[in-house]
């Protein structure tokens, strides 16, 4: 899929006359823990062995490194922090750093290849280990990862509904993140925004850009700074702290289903 393939599926018309909701989700502590097992407090906070969690995130951290530079190029594109994979067409014009537009196209290519697949592009020994530290993390953070997934499940079959993820994290690792947590299936490349150089409200703002200002947009993370962006731009915040709050998100959006094919019938 080219990417001006990606921008005319921003804008093409609902079938019915329903309005879009754009979901957008933080990536740490939001869909996964991650930053918690390595600073300790998610093992604080749920009462889990805080040695186990810290030796798991710094094991799973060092193959999300080794898979970004071995299959995403990090080591070339580190001190390139864009946003969104639509913004490095630019440097196609210029001709000192064209080697990164060409970077970033091979980034794409990768993603979209192996997003759903990510076992033929790993080494044998690697796709072992991340399955089991995989394994370890679902049983440490009782299914946080599954409970999210099911959200994303659930809006990803909607015509009406769109996951969008926003994070702090640079653009590269966290496609490799994506990959690596079963996530990617869920976030086409063009649906990825990083944060790290702008901020969550400028990448909101990109949103509101790509999707236009009829569709309903709510933000799900877990800090205060994504509570602030999403208030500053009037969207809804959904906040996500524990287990609790995911299942109320699930319960929610499966509700906000049946208003939606409720008004579709009417
Ligand atoms: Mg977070």
């Known amino acids: 899929m080219s990417r001006n393939d990606s921008t005319g599926a921003h804008s093409r018309p609902c079938q019915q006359q329903t309005t879009r ?7 740490d502590e939001t869909l996964i823990i991650y930053q918690t097992l390595l600073d300790n407090s998610f093992a604080t906070k749920f009462n889990k062995n805080g040695k186990v969690a810290e030796l798991l995130g710094l094991r799973m951290e060092k193959l999300i490194f080794k898979v970004s530079e071995e299959y995403f190029l990090f080591n070339e594109l580190e001190g390139d922090n864009v946003a969104h994979v639509s913004l ?6 210029e001709a000192n750093v064209s ?15 192996y997003r759903n ?4 592009l790993l080494q044998k020994s690697d796709h072992r280990s991340w399955s089991k530290l995989l394994t370890y993390m679902d049983i440490l953070t009782e299914s946080w990862r599954h409970l999210a997934i099911k959200s994303l499940a659930l809006i ?4 009406y509904g769109i996951n969008i993820l926003v994070t702090t994290t640079q653009l590269v690792p966290t496609l490799a993140k994506l990959m690596l947590y079963g996530l990617a299936k869920y976030f086409p490349i063009d649906h990825v925004y990083s944060a790290t150089d702008i ?30 962006a999403a208030e500053e731009m009037h969207f809804k915040f959904w906040k996500v702290q524990g287990h609790r709050d995911l299942m109320n998100i699930h319960r929610r959006i499966i509700h906000e289903k049946g208003n939606n094919e409720r008004g579709r019938s009417s």
């Open 156 to 159: 990803h079959e909607r015509s």
């Open 117 to 120: 697949n990510m076992k033929s």
């Open 99 to 113: 080697n990164i537009g060409k970077h970033y196209a091979d980034v794409e290519k990768t993603y979209d290849k």
């Open 199 to 228: 901020g969550k409200r400028r990448c909101f703002e990109k949103i509101v850009n790509a999707f236009g200002k009829d569709a309903e947009y709510v933000v799900i993370g877990d800090r205060i700074h994504d509570k602030q």
């Open 21 to 27: 909701t754009i979901y957008i989700w933080d990536l």
């Open 88 to 93: 490095t067409s630019k440097h196609d014009h």
